[in-house]
């Protein structure tokens, strides 16, 4: 059993920056790959990107490409989640999730998940 917990949410102004980290224990974490995913109020839960299980290759959704980066420390079991010039339509919970498999960029995909964390961009 995989466990994830984020962290590194908060509110931000529109045009800044933060930098999400999910730890993960109870498992070997270089044999997942991660993905990051996000939920805004009353909206569905949408892939945001995904890194493979050694960090060579990545995947982001089309609204994040070129602000978002994603990388991993296998070493530190950590994956994290840099978001450049954020825009409140970012405004989400933001969830870790890893992935048994290769990488996946749907929901359905993940095995585990974590209890997401809360970033917000005000205009």
């Known amino acids: 059993q995989v466990r994830l917990v984020e962290s590194g949410g908060g509110l931000v102004q529109a045009g800044g920056s933060l930098k999400l980290s999910c730890a993960a224990s109870g498992g070997t974490f270089s044999m997942y790959a991660m993905g990051w995913f996000r939920q805004a109020p009353g909206k569905e839960r949408e892939f945001v990107g995904a890194i493979s299980r050694n960090g060579g290759s990545t995947y982001y959704a089309e609204s994040v490409k070129g602000r978002f980066t994603i990388s991993r420390d296998n070493a530190r079991n950590t994956v994290f989640l840099q978001m450049n010039s954020l825009k409140p339509e970012d405004t989400a919970v933001y969830y870790c999730?890893?992935?048994?498999?290769?990488?996946?960029?749907?929901?359905?995909?993940?095995?585990?998940w974590g209890q997401g964390t809360q970033v917000t961009v005000s205009s």
């Open positions: 999730a890893a992935h048994g498999g290769i990488v996946g960029v749907t929901a359905l995909e993940y095995d585990y």
